[in-house]
């Protein structure tokens, strides 16, 4: 892209590295492609890899809605041991013989965490509490609670169980998961809380974000390729992909640009956000109907 260029529309999939924030990769993305508008829907913790949708200028809008998406994630849950974070980042806390554990007790504990739980996310989050980062408080030594909020696992699947001896020389066992699920969920609680269940406790040791919605890793791109060509799905198309679409005639696009909520059909009643788009099939809108019309949530056209 040439300094003269505007930065595209769009949103960017990248394929985060381990190591990196989400900030980290979204500061690295400015450079990129040279615009301090960019964002991304939705974290991914320094540990874990894979999918992170960034959104490019205009594309930022959609990124809130892009957020509450389901999630899939590949990731190896370890038996045995607890850590401060829940995951490999944090010191280990506790060691427990874990080498006993049958597969059916672990898949009694997976079912227990499948379909809609009650989930209480990590203390080493970025959840707020009183308006302070969980984080924060748990590394400044507070004792405090975060309260436990719905989530839904659509599915929680063992691919294999594999024997293993931690560096301490605890037996421990190493799970190969996939999950699907709602967006807030943490993987690492889930890990924490099958290992509590089993009664040797669990912490994640490796997470790969497979898919944000209907972004999926074969679409990432990594930001060393990203750097060589920036890649970036235009906004109309990554509209298509996320949401219901709804074609409109000329007259009925510029009475919704010029603010009028204009009468929804039946059909997108419960769809939540809905995509709106002219003769021409330009993106005009993000939308949702409300008591059958169109309630503007975003407006790009």
């Known amino acids: 892209m040439s300094p003269k260029q505007t930065p595209p529309d769009g949103l960017v999939i990248v394929d985060k590295p381990s190591g990196f924030t989400s900030h980290d990769v979204v500061a690295k993305m400015r450079g990129i492609a040279k ?8 974290t991914l913790d320094p540990m874990a890899t894979g999918v992170l949708v960034l959104g490019i200028e205009r594309a ?24 401060l974070t829940d995951d490999a980042e944090g010191e280990i806390t506790s060691s427990t013989d874990a080498s006993r554990i049958g597969r059916d007790a672990i898949d009694a504990g997976i079912a227990k965490l499948t379909g809609r739980i009650m989930q209480v996310p990590s203390k080493v989050s970025a959840i707020k509490i009183d308006g302070v980062r969980s984080y924060k408080r748990a590394r400044d030594g507070e ?22 001896v931690a560096e301490d020389g605890t037996p421990v066992l190493d799970l190969i998961v996939s999950v699907v699920c709602s967006s807030g969920t943490y993987i690492r609680a889930l890990a924490r809380d099958l290992g509590a269940d089993l009664g040797v406790g669990g912490h994640l040791t490796v997470l790969r974000r497979t898919r944000v919605g209907p972004y999926k890793l074969d679409s990432a791109r990594t930001l060393d390729q990203l750097q060589e060509e920036l890649t970036v799905m235009p906004i109309a198309e990554a509209a298509t992909a996320a949401f219901p679409r709804w074609d409109v005639d000329e007259r009925r696009a510029r009475l919704l640009l010029n603010g009028v909520r204009l009468e929804m059909p039946d059909e997108y009643t419960g769809s939540g956000a809905v995509a709106v788009f ?11 109907e409300q008591k059958g019309k169109a309630k503007s949530l975003a407006v790009f056209g």
Do not use: W
């Open 35 to 42: 615009t301090r508008r960019v964002g991304h829907a939705g």
């Open 60 to 83: 930022t809008k959609l990124l809130g809605h892009l957020a509450l998406t389901e999630k899939e994630y590949l990731g190896t849950v370890r038996l045995g041991q607890n850590t």
């Open 143 to 164: 004792d405090f609670e975060i309260p436990a909020r719905p989530v839904t696992i659509s599915s929680f699947t063992v691919y294999d169980v594999r024997d293993a």
């Open 278 to 288: 002219d003769p021409e099939g330009r993106f005009l809108a993000l939308v949702e």
